[in-house]
């Protein structure tokens, strides 16, 4: 399995003052760093991922649903958080062109909040194709302070391919139109670049889709 370069390099300075403790005291005392090194190492695994084809919509984060519910009279929006235990890389819910990203300072309320989707700081991407728009946002926490998103406006992204990741426990909020049938439920776990959380209402359907 793949890690990000990130989190190999926490982990080797963790490792290396375990290290260093174990020599001046004891590897009794070492024990906890090595136990972060490894959680490093989990925390920023990267996993492929095999994307659904289709006019469809793919998670865009590893989590769970927190809601579904009206945005704007024409937006529904699909909030997914992220605890840390999932895979934080994100990958774009569609494939086009990123028209827009803003980046918002604000709080560090957490992340399971309702309010954070408009209070805390986060990322807002926007993404054009096949004849439609959704907005993404990749949303700070408590613990999670750095967002990192690694495309520029006017770049062109596949479906399920990865733009970033959020260090730690974490939001992400999907921006749908009319045109399409939100596929999830709150509750649900969704895998990023797999889960199908959308359909388009105005595309025919592969069969048996």
Not at 12 to 30: I, K, N, R, T
Request: net charge positive.
């Amino acid at each position: 399995m793949k890690i990000v370069s990130t989190g190999i390099y926490y982990s080797l300075a963790f490792v290396a003052g375990a290290a260093l403790v174990a020599w001046l005291a004891s590897p009794w005392f070492a024990a906890p760093l090595v136990l972060l090194a490894i959680f490093c190492l989990n925390f920023f695994r990267d996993p492929d991922r095999d994307v659904p084809a289709g006019p469809v919509a793919v998670s865009p984060a590893d989590g769970r649903v927190l809601a579904v519910q009206p945005e704007t009279p024409v937006r529904t929006r699909v909030s997914i958080f992220l605890n840390v235990f999932d895979v934080h890389v994100n990958r774009t819910p569609i494939g086009g062109r990123i028209e827009k990203v803003e980046y918002k300072t604000g709080r560090f309320l957490v992340a399971s909040k309702a309010a954070c989707s408009t209070d805390n700081e986060q990322n807002v991407v926007t993404v054009t194709g096949d004849g439609v728009t959704v907005v993404f946002k990749q949303i700070a926490g408590l613990i999670a302070r750095r967002i990192i998103f690694t495309k520029q406006p006017g770049d062109t992204v596949a479906a399920g391919e990865r733009i970033g990741l959020m260090r730690f426990g974490s939001r992400m909020d999907v921006l749908f139109g009319p045109e399409w049938e939100i596929t999830v439920r709150p509750g649900q776990r969704v895998t990023a670049g797999s889960t199908v959380i959308a359909r388009r209402l105005d595309r025919e359907q592969p069969h048996g889709a």
